[in-house]
């Protein structure tokens, strides 16, 4: 099992940034792939980027790549999600995510369905 808590969103304005945290207990945090995914009003969980467990690989969803930047701290089991030139389309609760992973570059679809472990997601409002 993996517990997994956010922190960090909250209310900024269009072209600012925020950070959020991710802390993880549970399970060695460096063995499980890293995740952050979006989810506004009315819409489906939408995939935002991911870490591989070595830090060595990430991915990212087309409409944050270049904007959004994702990292982790294997000594402190915390994954980071640095959100800059934040726009009012990022608005939405934001959720981590992790899967447990045998190989250290690996990284699942980019699909809910893809990850094991949830935590109960942190609101981003970007107003204009």
């Known amino acids: 099992q993996v517990q997994l808590v956010e922190s960090g969103g909250g209310l900024v304005q269009a072209g600012g940034s925020l950070r959020l945290s991710c802390a993880a207990s549970?399970?060695?945090?460096?063995?499980?792939?890293m995740g952050w995914f979006r989810q506004a009003p009315g819409k489906e969980r939408e995939f935002v980027a991911a870490?591989?467990?070595?830090?060595?690989?990430?991915y990212y969803a087309d409409s944050v790549k270049g904007r959004f930047t994702i990292s982790r701290d294997n000594a402190k089991n915390t994954v980071y999600l640095q959100m800059n030139s934040l726009k009012p389309e990022d608005t939405a609760v934001y959720f981590c995510?992790?899967?447990?992973?045998?190989?250290?570059?690996?990284?699942?679809?980019?699909?809910?369905?893809?990850?094991?472990?949830w935590g109960q997601g942190t609101q981003v409002t970007v107003s204009s």
């Open positions: 870490i591989s467990w070595s830090g060595g690989t990430t």
């Open positions: 549970g399970r060695t945090f460096s063995s499980i792939v």
């Open positions: 995510a992790a899967a447990p992973s045998g190989d250290s570059s690996w990284l699942p679809v980019p699909r809910a369905w893809g990850y094991a472990y």
